[in-house]
């Protein structure tokens, strides 16, 4: 009777938890919403900046090329470093010291990665501050989240499935290639787009290494830019709260926006391998 009540108990903590985590989400996000929707027009978005008349489309190209820098650099390698894992090593000394490495990425400050980026890229490479230093930089950032998350939707391929394609006569890449990676690219094309959401959000990393110009749009790879999450910094430490409210707005939707289509592709790449992995 008495564990009764505890599992009772436990079960109207963990619901009232839950509530307040979903109220907490809410509020921020309603909060926001309601601060910054009125404060968007056609010029904040895609206008010419003024010293009078801000706009965040330089942050929006610099956002964009970022994504495109961090993503097109880590998923090749994070993908090939969890296949490594799963399909061609076995536990040793040489894969523990590996995941060690890879846990130890995980865990460090995005301040820490910023000032190793600033130190590499800015200073040793002499690039100065630049997209292309801050894109590698956050690429760094993201690999483990992208290894992990792609090792684990390895390790969910049954076996049978490759041991089937082996006794078909089908190689080891062929049947990575063939069938391992349509059975898991429900969690994989997940873990990318979530790691584009924290890259977007990412701000820590990008004031070591890019700078803060939000004037102007970037010319080059090299050349120094902004991005939504620095615009709000700037915006709301000198004079521009609305702008700052605005911008918070376009940086929340498309984390939500990224998020959802996370979900959303996740289920669809599983509704449609369903065959497969069954």
Do not use: C
Not at 97 to 102: D, L, Q, T, Y
Not at 164 to 191: D, H, M, Q
Not at 206 to 225: F, H, Q, W, Y
Request: aromatic share 10%; hydrophobic share 55%.
């Amino acid at each position: 009777m008495f564990r009764r009540k505890i599992f009772e108990g436990l079960k109207y903590f963990s619901i009232a938890m839950t509530v307040l985590t979903v109220a907490a989400l809410l509020a921020v996000v309603i909060y926001i919403l309601a601060d910054g929707v009125g404060k968007l027009d056609f010029h904040l978005l895609f206008g010419r900046y003024e010293s009078d008349r801000p706009s965040i489309f330089p942050a929006l190209v610099g956002t964009l090329e970022l994504v495109a820098v961090s993503i097109l650099l880590a998923v090749p390698l994070g993908v090939a470093t969890a296949v490594f894992f799963v399909e061609y090593t076995h536990k040793g000394p040489l894969v523990r010291i590996i995941r060690i490495a890879v846990e130890t990425l995980a865990g460090i400050p995005s301040i820490v990665y910023g000032l190793f980026g600033y130190l590499i890229f800015v200073v040793t490479f002499g690039w100065r501050y630049s997209l292309l230093g801050g894109g590698i930089t956050l690429a760094i950032m993201i690999l483990p989240v992208i290894v992990r998350s792609t090792e684990e939707s390895l390790l969910a391929v049954p076996d049978s499935l490759r041991n089937g394609a082996y006794a078909l006569g089908a190689g080891k890449v062929r049947t990575i290639f063939r069938i391992v990676f349509p059975a898991a690219s429900g969690g994989i094309v997940t873990a990318v787009i979530l790691a584009v959401g924290r890259v977007i959000s990412e701000s820590a990393v990008l004031i070591l290494t890019i700078g803060m110009v939000v004037n102007e749009v970037p010319d080059t790879l090299l050349s120094p830019g902004t991005s939504l999450a620095l615009d709000i910094y700037y915006f709301g430490s000198h004079g521009y709260p609305e702008e700052a409210a605005a911008t918070a707005v376009v940086l929340l939707l498309l984390v939500l926006g990224l998020n959802l289509l996370a979900t959303a592709l996740g289920r669809l790449i599983q509704k449609s391998t369903g065959a497969i992995t069954q």
